[in-house]
């Protein structure tokens, strides 16, 4: 099956510092999502982007879909950014489509004061 | 509401027990998926429902895993006598197409079995 590695395991920042975070995958996706789950376990959208550059607020993403990887930054970041960040794709199997979500095992994020 | 809502949060049940957790998507939305997280993990994918229709049922563990969507909106998971390893947080997500693009989660309930 597809397979969906994150890096790195585990991030700790001090507040105001610049992160990459890095996902990649080993069969062409149509569908890539990056998620923040905070403290309470809710997984929150951050971006859908199967293949290009996308920027929301401190936050942006890239997806090269032909080198199979996709890029988080985060800029001055603040302690509300900790939690675990995943990166989750779909492909298409066999010409049909309903993109069922494969997920990596996440970065863990810590941001200190 | 605006986002997918899931009840109960928390589930404590004994061995044995059988439990029905509750998907309310966003209204509207075609898609329709459940996921298992265990602690310390990523989700994977149980179930997929289009409408009413149960499209893929291949992630489900047991055949004491059971889910409908007999109107196209709500859905049920249910687990039969359940066990020690059924504990997990059991996340539904929807999206708006067929394709499954764009999947909004809810919070999720948080089975405990004893």
């Given amino acids: ?113 | 509401g605006a986002g997918v809502s899931q009840s109960p949060r928390y589930k404590v049940a004994k061995r044995g027990q059988d439990v029905a957790l509750r998907c309310d998507p966003i209204s509207g939305h075609v898609s329709l998926f459940w996921y298992q997280q265990a602690l310390g993990q990523g989700p994977e994918f149980l179930t997929y429902f289009q409408n009413e229709a149960q499209l893929d049922k291949s992630g489900l563990p047991s055949d004491r895993f059971f889910a409908e969507r007999p109107e196209g909106s709500v859905s049920t998971l249910k687990i039969q006598r359940t066990q020690q390893e059924d504990s997990a947080v059991y996340l539904c997500a929807s999206s708006l197409g067929a394709s499954g693009r764009g999947q909004f989660f809810g919070p999720g309930t948080r089975l405990t079995v004893l």
């Fill in chain 1, 1 to 113: 099956g597809i397979q969906v590695e994150q890096s790195p395991p585990d991030l700790i920042l001090q507040e105001g510092a610049n992160s990459t975070l890095r996902c990649n995958f080993s069969d062409s996706v149509n569908n890539l999502q990056w998620f923040h789950q905070n403290p309470w376990g809710q997984l929150i959208n951050l971006f859908y982007i199967p293949s290009g550059t996308k920027q929301n607020g401190r936050l942006s993403a890239t997806t090269v879909a032909t080198e199979r990887y996709s890029l988080l930054y985060i800029s001055s970041s603040q302690t509300t950014d900790s939690g675990v960040y995943f990166c989750a794709v779909s492909f298409n199997a066999g010409g049909t489509s309903y993109g069922k979500l494969t997920f990596g095992q996440g970065t863990i994020l810590t941001v200190h004061p």
